[in-house]
Nanobody
Framework: QVQLVESGGGLVQAGGSLRLSCAASGSIFSINAMGWYRQAPGKQRELVASIASGGTTTYADSVKGRFTISRDNAKITVYLQMNSLKPEDTAVYYC?????????WGQGTQVTVSS
């Protein structure tokens, strides 16, 4: 079994920064991609950023230039550095991993940006 454990959410004022972390553990044989999704109240879950095994990154248009996804392969951890946060970034952020040909999700971490 594979587990994804997120940390780093919280409350921040508009313009501030937060860094999310997601550590993968368990029986891991291959990682195709890891990423971050978010879901705001009343909205569908959406991709925020992802990083493929080869290092290619993808970002939602709404976060380009403000968020940066990175990873530490030795720690099997992916990070999301979020700068210049806006109230519309408020959501539950979920870590996603395409691991061992399956898709796994973390439990989610709340990010709240006050205006």
């Amino acid at each position: 079994q594979v587990q994804l454990v997120e940390s780093g959410g919280g409350l921040v004022q508009a313009g501030g920064s937060l860094r999310l972390s997601c550590a993968a553990s368990g029986s891991i044989f291959s990682i195709n991609a890891m990423g971050w999704y978010r879901q705001a109240p009343g909205k569908q879950r959406e991709l925020v950023a992802s990083i493929a095994s080869g290092g290619t990154t993808t970002y939602a248009d709404s976060v380009k230039g403000r968020f940066t996804i990175s990873r530490d392969n030795a720690k099997i951890t992916v990070y999301l550095q979020m700068n210049s946060l806006k109230p519309e970034d408020t959501a539950v952020y979920y870590c996603m991993g395409r691991i061992n040909l399956n898709t796994y999700w973390g439990q989610g971490t709340q990010v709240t940006v006050s205006s």
